[in-house]
């Protein structure tokens, strides 16, 4: 079952949508996904939370909206610690989210953002790898040696090469991630990308072009992995 309560530190754990417009966000994902949205801007399927939404503290910054990965941490000071020593940028120390948990945001080294989770309360999201919700976290990145490096050490990861431009993050000895080598051609920045399962990734796409999505990537089979799309949201 996707249901949980409970994650090993080093697991990705929580996503939130980033973005000035929170109402167009709710409406499009709201209609693709059918997720219901409380007053907070948490979504929940099943009566159990998935995602959230949310606006950057800065509200004149010119940041496109994007998802915030967040990977659950047994201590988040210490972790922030350890990955300003490696060169990462702290763009939020660690604060308590009311009786929740604790969280952190950093930028690392190859100027990706990404989230810290110390949990207290919540664990993060209550559902996953169901029809909706989160089952992936993807690293896309034109230095796949500085990435491995940075994260391997901060949340002792180890990895796995998949095929000739593909590695697997492993916490423990289950996979935690991706991490894929874009080609020198691409000029997209580095980012961690999330992946929702999905019943059908054609209906998928189809519907969330009529929401007003754009594709980036149609879908396709993958051997030995699935059926997947790359979607851009409005």
């Known amino acids: 079952m996707g249901f949980r309560d409970s994650y090993p530190p080093g697991t990705f754990c929580w996503i939130q949508h980033m973005t000035h417009d929170r109402q167009a966000t709710r409406d499009y994902y709201g209609a693709l996904f059918d997720w219901a949205f409380d007053e907070t801007g948490r979504a929940a399927l099943q009566e159990r939370a998935v995602a959230g939404v949310g606006a950057p503290d800065d509200a004149s910054t010119t940041a496109p909206p994007h ?48 989230a810290l989770w110390e949990p207290q309360q919540s664990h993060g999201a209550q559902l996953v790898n169901q029809h909706g919700s989160l089952c992936w976290n993807e690293l896309l990145t034109h230095d796949a040696v500085a990435a491995g490096s940075f994260y391997t050490t901060l949340f002792d990861w180890t990895i796995e090469p998949y095929g000739d431009i593909y590695t697997v ?15 020198e051609a691409d000029g997209g920045p580095s980012t961690w990308l999330v992946y929702f399962m999905v019943d ?12 007003g999505g754009r594709v980036q990537m149609p879908p396709d089979d993958w051997p030995e992995i699935g059926r997947g799309a790359v979607l851009i949201d409005p």
């Open 200 to 211: 059908d990734c054609d209906a998928v796409h189809d519907r969330s072009n009529s929401l």
């Open 169 to 183: 993050f492993m916490n423990g000895d289950r996979p935690g991630g991706g991490l894929l080598t874009l080609d």
């Open 67 to 114: 998802w915030l990965s967040f990977v659950s941490v047994e201590d988040a000071d210490t972790t922030v610690q350890k990955a300003e020593g490696l060169g990462a940028q702290i763009l939020a120390s660690p604060v308590d989210v009311g009786t929740s948990g604790r969280m952190a945001m950093l930028r690392d080294p190859l100027g990706v953002n990404l």
